[in-house]
């Protein structure tokens, strides 16, 4: 066994243009390819409604796809944090981002100082914030991922959506990875 976090049941991310339409629900469409701001559009539309809550931050080892992506080598630990996006008193996403410890030099260090505070509007509000390939996903029933979106709520799917990016600051990489729970956009 290697010295990654659990990865035997993960999500097969991969580039959009490789998903069929008609396999996303029409609702989560819209959100899913959308390579704006997450922060911003919930921002939008739920008004005053929209909050971050954090649901823990810690050092842990990433799992195997992500510290692919990020370049991060076995037994190292990266700092993790898992919020949910919330309209009103629904969550809306789950959102988990991966931060090398490497990243967290220099103003980078503020990322791991966020608490409740949407790490969106930091990363958009970044003149140096570089944005790499949007990588999509259904997460299954059975995948840790998705426990961990669903924790909080009853959910009748077998999958939800997700999408994730690697965010550069200062040429620093860092996750993010935003799922899609049920009843996103209703209001």
């Not at 944090?81 to 809306?92: A, F, I, N, T, Y």
């Not at 410890?101 to 791991?112: E, K, N, W």
Request: one cysteine or more; aromatic letters at 6%; a positive charge.
């Amino acid at each position: 066994m290697d010295n990654y976090g659990k990865h035997s049941s993960e999500p097969a991310w991969h580039a959009p243009r490789r998903l069929l339409r008609s396999a996303v629900p029409a609702a989560i469409w819209p959100w899913l390819l959308d390579a704006s701001s997450l922060t911003r559009r919930l921002q939008q539309a739920c008004g005053d409604g929209f909050r971050v809550q954090l649901v823990r931050q810690h050092r842990e080892l990433p799992l195997l796809s992500e510290a692919r992506v990020l370049g991060i080598k076995a037994g190292q630990h990266a700092l993790v944090r898992e919020v949910r996006l919330l309209c009103g008193e629904q969550p809306w996403v789950f959102a988990r981002t991966v931060i090398p410890t490497t990243t967290l030099t220099g103003p980078q260090r503020r990322l791991g100082r966020l608490g409740e505070r949407p790490l969106g509007g930091l990363l958009f509000s970044d003149p140096s914030m570089r944005r790499g390939e949007l990588e999509v996903a259904r997460v299954e029933h059975g995948q840790p991922l998705f426990a961990l979106a669903t924790a909080t709520q009853p959910v009748a799917a077998e999958a939800i959506w997700g999408r994730r990016s690697l965010f550069f600051l200062r040429d620093k990489p860092l996750l993010v990875c935003e799922m899609f729970l049920p009843g996103v956009g209703e209001r």
